[in-house]
């Protein structure tokens, strides 16, 4: 078994080796020993704009998760070639809305509540509900967008229908001024629309999706914090629960939290609810600032944490070989309307 600093070597090699053909875009959630590597640092929508703006290079190795990995290869040109270092590198947000569930869950709300429904989704899903979103008219959203997309489709005046997570859509829309008696959770399993008000007052519905790690931070742990701290500021990723945003001081997408921490004044203290390599990392890098996770026992997100040395090594080998390993293609019928979707959100923002 090679050691890290073997993997390490094998890796920076190749990389000088492939020069200008290779680029290795790299999510904030990375592992430090991936994120060395990284030709570039960002949060979905950079790496989005990045995949379709930035880079040239034959070989795109995305360190991230499944969907992001699909993103690039949709916005990218033909002949290039995304790659993901670990195929089981998913995430468990994305797997809860299946494109067979949300055509299903369409058609019912549409039976109930008559045409006009408009979905939206989150970056955070396969690239089959992209192309549904596109397909329908919808637009593809992000925690550092969900503002504008999300205002962009109240303003056509349909319902919306947010996919997959709950929480960023009920937090936006509650922040644009949409009362929480106007949304609904459709939940996919049951085939069930939770909701007590008039059919005629609902706006969104929200899809019973979560994201793993951000739905483990709980209004708790503000109080606990709060009270051995209390000058404390508590920052959260707006993936976390309503109570969570609504108890918390300031909630905004991964760059806005990083934005945050670069111009926080020297001494001030913060506990930041969102994924734990990211928090670790601002704690290292903001040595003046008091900086802790609101939950540090149980926020890593799993399946970022697979992408690793021995990943990235294989993956980087397997590309010098010409082996098609660890390739993420989406199929071409399925890419036409997702990137609808996507350049539709990015013509929004
Ligand atoms: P952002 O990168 O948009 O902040 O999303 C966070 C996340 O959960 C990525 O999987
Ligand atoms: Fe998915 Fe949450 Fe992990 Fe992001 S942090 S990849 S939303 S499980």
Not at 110 to 135: C, D, H, M, Q, W
């Amino acid at each position: 078994k090679a050691s890290n600093e073997e993997l390490e070597d094998k890796i920076r090699k190749i990389k000088e080796e492939m020069g200008d053909r290779l680029f290795m875009p790299t999510h904030h959630y990375q592992k430090d020993e991936v994120a060395q590597f990284a030709d570039v640092m960002g949060d979905s929508l950079q790496l989005a704009r990045i995949s379709k703006d930035n880079t040239k290079a034959e070989y795109i190795v995305f360190n991230g998760v499944h969907f992001m990995a699909e993103t690039a290869d949709i916005l990218t040109d033909d002949n290039q070639t995304v790659y993901l270092p670990d195929l089981n590198a998913g995430c468990s947000m994305a797997d809860m809305a299946d494109i067979d569930q949300a055509i299903l869950g369409y058609d019912r709300l549409t039976e109930r509540l008559g045409t006009g429904i408009l979905p939206v989704t989150y970056v955070n899903s396969t690239a089959a509900i992209k192309s549904f979103v596109g397909e329908k008219g919808g637009s593809c959203v992000t925690s550092g967008n969900a503002k504008k997309v999300i205002q962009w489709a109240l303003d056509k005046g349909q319902r919306i229908l947010f996919l997959p997570d709950q929480h960023l859509g009920r937090n936006t829309a509650y922040d644009l001024g949409v009362p929480l008696e106007h949304m609904a959770v459709w939940d996919p399993i049951h085939k069930k629309l939770e909701y007590e008000g008039d059919d005629e007052d609902l706006r969104i519905i929200l899809w019973k999706g979560h994201c793993s790690v951000h739905e483990k931070f709980f209004p708790a742990h503000i109080d606990q914090v709060r009270k051995r701290k209390p000058d404390i500021n508590v920052l959260v990723h707006p993936e976390c629960p309503f109570e969570v945003v609504q108890k918390a001081d300031y909630s905004g997408s991964t760059k806005y939290i990083i934005d945050m921490m670069e111009s926080a004044p020297e001494g001030s203290q913060w506990a930041i609810g969102t994924e734990m390599n990211l928090v670790n990392r601002l704690r290292d890098t903001y040595t003046h600032l008091e900086i802790e996770s609101l939950n540090p026992i149980m926020c890593p997100c799993l399946t970022m944490n697979r992408i690793d040395l021995p990943h990235l090594a294989w993956c980087l080998d397997k590309i010098v070989e010409g082996d098609a390993a660890n390739v993420i293609k989406v199929d071409e019928n399925t890419a036409h309307y997702a990137k609808t979707s996507l350049e539709r959100m990015l013509e929004i923002v």
